[in-house]
T-cell receptor
Framework: DAKTTQPPSMDCAEGRAANLPCNHS???????VYWYRQIHSQGPQYIIH???NNETNEMASLIITEDRKSSTLILPHATLRDTAVYYC????????????????FGTGTKLQVIP | DTEVTQTPKHLVMGMTNKKSLKCEQH?????MYWYKQKAKKPPELMFV???????INESVPSRFSPECPNSSLLNLHLHALQPEDSALYLC??????????????FGSGTQLSVL
């Protein structure tokens, strides 16, 4: 799996957009970008994933650069409940993984939403 | 039901004790995972079961013994643990069958303290 690089911490004012960057310059053509987050004392929670097109769901938007070497997770209106560690993970999709996901977490970005 | 349920939530055990952690899901997922997370560190993969068969063992010491008695249940049997095994133990599951990759569903974990 491709290695990812994320800033260790970020602050965001409540109500503003939180933009979390991730570098994955060694990503392969069949690897997806996944984002998870972990709120304190809970298990990680899936947020979104994408291959090359930008994606949006009810939680966030994922912007992937054209060369796919970096991506940004956008939380459009951050709330205090969005304070968490956000993990960017790059790995192959189901058809190349043997039916299960060997998900390896990096150190992530600790996002602090400030009132 | 989109939950992964882990019991107990907290466990304190001595180094000579035998205990078990339990994980249950009723989403029809056929892949189940155990992760270990030390304080302020990312989760680390321990074991992966796919269709009730052990698919990945990340060189975990034999004092940790996984078991998948059926497609809904995953156990982690603990014996002769060391204080450094104190951690949050997370269970996850995932569903095969989508062409675009899978997402992991995590439980809230069992906080284990070994005295």
């Amino acid at each position: 799996d491709a290695k990812t690089t994320q800033p260790p911490s970020m602050d965001c004012a409540e109500g503003r957009a939180a933009n979390l960057p991730c570098n994955h310059s060694t990503i392969s053509g069949n690897e997806y970008v996944y984002w998870y987050r972990q709120i304190h004392s809970q298990g990680p929670q899936y947020i979104i994933h994408g291959l090359k097109n930008n994606e949006t769901n009810e939680m966030a938007s994922l912007i992937i650069t054209e060369d796919r070497k970096s991506s940004t997770l956008i939380l459009p209106h951050a709330t205090l409940r969005d304070t968490a560690v956000y993990y960017c993970i790059v790995r192959v999709g189901l058809q190349n993984s043997g039916g299960y996901q060997k998900v390896t977490f990096g150190t992530g970005t600790k996002l602090q939403v400030i009132p | 039901d989109t939950e992964v349920t882990q019991t107990p939530k907290h466990l304190v055990m001595g180094m000579t004790n035998k205990k078990s952690l339990k994980c249950e899901q009723h989403m029809g997922h056929r892949a189940m995972y155990w992760y270990k997370q030390k304080a302020k560190k990312p989760p680390e993969l321990m074991f992966v079961y796919s269709y009730e068969k052990l698919s990945i063992n990340e060189s975990v010491p034999s004092r940790f013994s996984p078991e998948c008695p059926n497609s809904s249940l995953l156990n982690l049997h603990l014996h002769a643990l060391q204080p450094e095994d104190s951690a949050l133990y997370l269970c996850a599951s995932s569903q095969r069958g989508t062409a675009q990759g899978e997402k992991l569903f995590f439980g809230s974990g069992t906080q284990l303290s070994v005295l």
